[in-house]
């Protein structure tokens, strides 16, 4: 009786004390992600317990980045709108206001529309998210950044692209503005697709054909286009604004 006392505890201190190491693991993996989320591209959706508190509101507004476009200069001097705005942001996947997000808090009911359809492309491949693989997703955003010169999302997600699996000689191309001489048959079937949309504004038959069997069907050439699309108003709002993070290089060259 002693021993099976002694085994019952001692599996009951094992329950207790592995639960305790898998909380202290999703809080460390929470702060790391919120210690990632600006300018690296990375693409985990946070899981919050509860709203954001007044205290993290308040922060994220002393942390906007400055740009040609104003941003609120504290939490208690914006208008409702911009506070609801905000704690939607922060209520959502994120960790933080950042690039177009900030730009758009002069116009809060278009950037919280613009903020909820954004993260459905930003997160791709998880659950409830995009479809499109996020190689291909951030392949898609970097030709796009690419496209615009907008330095801000090129330095969110060029890095990121290459830890997603697009060769780093790709990413280096595509930087400079040509077409990469050597890519595996997947990624070229997406760099086809996504650059005669951008540089020829339509998709032939061939090339559409080819995404769509790549991307598993024509909901992946949707959820594709569609992040073409949110992330083309991403590098315009960035572009307008002339915004780059002070930290941080141009990292894109001007294209003659």
Do not use: C
């Not at 950044?145 to 907008?150: K, Q, V």
């Amino acid at each position: 009786m002693r021993t099976r006392m002694l085994i019952a505890g001692a599996l009951a201190l094992a329950l207790v004390t592995g639960s305790a190491a898998q909380e202290q693991g999703r809080q460390g993996q929470g702060q790391r992600g919120r210690g990632q989320g600006q300018g690296q591209g990375q693409n985990q959706a946070q899981r919050r317990q509860g709203p954001p508190t007044l205290e993290a509101l308040q922060q994220a507004v002393t942390r906007l980045e400055a740009g040609r476009i104003a941003r609120p200069k504290s939490y208690e001097t914006m208008t409702p709108d911009q506070q609801n705005y905000l704690k939607g942001i922060l209520d959502g996947p994120r960790g933080a206001v950042s690039g177009p997000l900030s730009v758009m808090m002069v116009s809060p009911n278009l950037g919280d529309l613009f903020q909820r359809a954004v993260a459905y492309s930003r997160f791709s491949g998880q659950e409830g998210f995009s479809s499109v693989p996020p190689k291909y997703n951030e392949l898609g955003i970097v030709m796009l950044a690419r496209h615009w010169t907008a330095q801000y999302i090129w330095n969110a997600h060029a890095r990121y692209a290459v830890t997603v699996g697009v060769p780093q000689d790709v990413v280096d191309s595509i930087r400079v503005g040509k077409r990469p001489a050597k890519m595996e048959p997947d990624i070229e079937t997406i760099y086809n697709f996504v650059d005669e949309m951008l540089t020829k504004r339509k998709s032939s038959d061939a090339n559409f054909q080819a995404a769509k069997k790549v991307l598993g069907g024509d909901k992946g050439i949707v959820d594709l286009v569609g992040t073409l699309g949110l992330y083309q108003v991403s590098s315009m709002m960035v572009v307008v604004d002339e915004l780059v993070p002070a930290n941080q290089q141009s990292a894109l060259p001007p294209l003659n």
